[in-house]
């Protein structure tokens, strides 16, 4: 099964983060559906405004390794893992 991973651009810059977002399956438009089901999506991590992990929920640690090696970050960018275990319950 696939998990879709999508950074979430800010509303504002006063936190100086992104979420990082977390859903079962393959969407076509992460951001169109984040926008329409927001409570599909678990929140998993956050970036800072420098585009760095801050944090993040994987017990899969190519996640982690894949998001650490695309630094700087940037919000809006779409990762599809392809093993569900991969994100913390």
Do not use: H
């Amino acid at each position: 099964m696939t998990t879709t991973v999508y950074i979430v651009p800010a509303m504002t810059d006063q936190a100086g983060q992104c979420r990082i977002v977390s859903r079962e399956g393959e969407v076509a438009s992460a951001r169109d559906d984040y926008l329409q089901n927001p409570n599909a999506w678990k929140e998993i991590g956050l970036m800072n405004s420098r585009g760095q992990l801050v944090c993040i929920e994987a017990d899969n640690l190519d996640v982690v390794d894949e998001l650490k090696a695309c630094e700087p970050l940037m919000a809006g960018l779409v990762f599809e893992v392809e093993d569900v275990q991969a994100l913390a319950a």
